[in-house]
């Protein structure tokens, strides 16, 4: 019986886990597609897709595989599975969501600005999803958690350095970057600290059913753009 839970709690704990994933890459393709600038990652994806071509997806796995290499040099150990999925699965989905025909970029200012709100908020709770299933960071968060504990500088200064970083090398690639890429910087923060208690206890209760051991809880606190 005891071990009959235990495969219901994996199966449900992926579950949530790949479906927090289909939904953080519908949120990124809508931000993209609303055309006003894209978040600082995938501005450096665009880039290197307009500069060399290949898909945004595959240079999202690309861009992971590099990004999971320093990080597991610096650590000196090897990626969580769940790092490794994220790196793979959601290149894939970005590809699936830019290859659907009806999901276009809107003629109308208004119609760009409310599909890159939803997009922002849609990733929030893909972000909030994924994460509450405790499966592991994704690539860029295994890179920050590496140089933070390289260098001993606090977790949101790495952040922004790297953010920085991706967003003027993909600037300087020719991704896009706009209005939206600021909404997102401001806004990606605070809505997976709202989304992510919720959907946590959410994936709590669905994980632990039959069994009288909470999980930790995780508080939120550096986690932003986490694809």
């Given at each position: 019986?005891k071990?009959?839970?235990?495969?219901?709690?994996?199966?449900?704990?992926?579950?949530?886990?790949?479906?927090g994933?289909?939904?953080?890459?519908?949120?990124?393709?809508l931000?993209?597609?609303a055309?006003?600038?894209a978040?600082?990652w995938?501005?450096?994806?665009?880039?290197?897709?307009?500069?060399?071509?290949?898909?945004?997806?595959?240079w999202?796995?690309?861009?992971?595989?590099?990004i999971?290499?320093?990080s597991?040099?610096?650590?000196?150990?090897?990626?969580?599975?769940?790092?490794?999925l994220?790196?793979?699965?959601?290149?894939?989905?970005?590809?699936?969501?830019?290859?659907?025909?009806?999901?276009?970029?809107?003629?109308?200012i208004?119609?760009?600005?409310?599909?890159?709100l939803?997009?922002?908020?849609?990733s929030?709770?893909?972000?909030?999803?994924?994460?509450?299933?405790?499966?592991?960071?994704?690539?860029?968060?295994?890179?920050?958690?590496?140089?933070?504990?390289?260098t001993?500088?606090?977790?949101?200064y790495?952040?922004?350095?790297?953010?920085?970083?991706?967003?003027?090398?993909?600037?300087?690639?020719?991704?896009?970057?706009?209005?939206?890429?600021?909404?997102?910087?401001?806004?990606i923060?605070?809505i997976?600290?709202?989304?992510l208690?919720?959907?946590?206890?959410?994936?709590?209760?669905?994980?632990?059913?039959g069994?009288k051991?909470?999980?930790?809880?995780?508080h939120?606190?550096?986690f932003?753009?986490?694809?």
């Amino acid at each position: 019986m005891k071990g009959h839970h235990r495969i219901n709690k994996l199966l449900v704990k992926w579950t949530i886990y790949f479906t927090g994933l289909l939904i953080m890459a519908l949120g990124i393709v809508l931000i993209i597609k609303a055309d006003l600038g894209a978040s600082p990652w995938d501005v450096l994806h665009i880039g290197l897709f307009k500069q060399i071509g290949f898909t945004i997806g595959t240079w999202s796995i690309l861009v992971g595989f590099v990004i999971l290499g320093i990080s597991s040099i610096m650590l000196k150990a090897l990626p969580q599975l769940g790092a490794f999925l994220n790196m793979l699965t959601v290149g894939v989905f970005i590809d699936m969501y830019m290859a659907i025909p009806f999901l276009v970029t809107p003629g109308a200012i208004l119609g760009k600005v409310l599909m890159l709100l939803i997009g922002i908020i849609v990733s929030g709770y893909g972000i909030g999803i994924y994460i509450s299933s405790r499966c592991g960071a994704g690539p860029r968060d295994s890179l920050m958690i590496a140089l933070t504990e390289k260098t001993g500088m606090k977790v949101q200064y790495i952040r922004a350095i790297m953010e920085i970083v991706v967003l003027s090398i993909g600037w300087l690639l020719g991704g896009p970057v706009f209005i939206g890429t600021v909404i997102f910087s401001f806004t990606i923060g605070i809505i997976v600290g709202y989304t992510l208690p919720r959907c946590q206890m959410i994936a709590d209760n669905l994980m632990n059913k039959g069994s009288k051991q909470p999980e930790q809880v995780i508080h939120f606190d550096h986690f932003s753009n986490s694809n």
